[in-house]
């Protein structure tokens, strides 16, 4: 089992920034790469940014030039900066890990709140 556990999210104005975390323990070799989803009200979850299994990275057109995501090996824990925020932004942010067995692990959500 792999336990995700996200931080950081909150409020910030339109054009604000928040750096969001989310780290990893358990059964680390048991995970292909770590990435970010999220999913607003009334909306399917959508992907965000992923490391892939290659160590490529892919972001949805919406937030490239925007938002990176970043990876500290050493502490099994993933980094989304978010700049520019815009209200449409708005959403619980999930950590996801996909699994060589196949599936994924999920963490619980952060809600990030874009809003003046």
């Known amino acids: 089992q792999v336990r995700l556990v996200e931080s950081g999210g909150g409020l910030v104005q339109p054009g604000g920034s928040l750096r969001l975390s989310c780290a990893a323990s358990?059964?680390?070799?048991?995970?292909?790469?770590m990435g970010w989803y999220r999913q607003a009200p009334g909306k399917q979850r959508e992907l965000v940014a992923v490391f892939t299994s290659s160590g490529n990275t892919n972001y949805a057109d919406s937030v490239k030039g925007r938002f990176t995501i970043s990876r500290d090996n050493a502490k099994n824990t993933v980094y989304l900066q978010m700049n520019g925020l815009k209200p449409e932004d708005t959403a619980v942010y999930y950590c996801n890990a996909p699994r060589w067995s196949g599936g994924a692990y999920w963490g619980q959500g952060t809600q990030v709140t874009v809003s003046s």
């Open positions: 358990g059964s680390i070799f048991d995970i292909l790469g």
